[in-house]
């Protein structure tokens, strides 16, 4: 592939794609650019609930006791997915 359609393609690339590209030439593998692309991603509290196989109401008591962390986003509390994560990784070592 010449020089110019690499650049065409990496400029019309998607952002998850630019930085997958990015991992690379940093030396970083792919399954780190996609760990980095699932920490940067919310859930609402029912797929939160789904995610964790768990009732809504549950989820709440968890945001609650600060086991959950949210952001808010239009005015709609979202779970990040490495809040969601971490929690299942603490309750494996268990």
Same mark, same amino acid.
């Given at each position: 592939?010449?020089?110019?359609?690499?650049?065409?393609?990496?400029?019309?690339?998607?952002?998850?794609?630019?930085?997958?590209?990015?991992? !690379?030439?940093?030396?970083?593998?792919? !399954?780190?650019? +996609?760990? +980095?692309?699932?920490?940067?991603?919310?859930?609402?509290?029912?797929?939160?609930?789904?995610?964790?196989? !768990?009732?809504?109401?549950?989820?709440?008591?968890?945001?609650?006791?600060?086991?959950?962390?949210?952001?808010?986003?239009?005015?709609?509390?979202? !779970?990040?997915?490495?809040?969601?994560?971490?929690?299942?990784?603490?309750?494996?070592?268990?």
């Amino acid at each position: 592939m010449a020089l110019e359609q690499l650049i065409q393609a990496l400029l019309t690339a998607t952002p998850a794609r630019r930085r997958e590209v990015e991992a !690379v030439l940093k030396g970083r593998s792919s !399954v780190a650019a +996609a760990k +980095a692309d699932a920490d940067r991603r919310l859930v609402t509290i029912s797929g939160a609930a789904r995610l964790l196989g !768990v009732g809504r109401n549950t989820v709440y008591r968890l945001i609650k006791a600060g086991r959950l962390e949210t952001v808010r986003l239009n005015g709609v509390s979202r !779970v990040p997915m490495r809040s969601i994560d971490a929690m299942v990784d603490g309750m494996e070592q268990v």
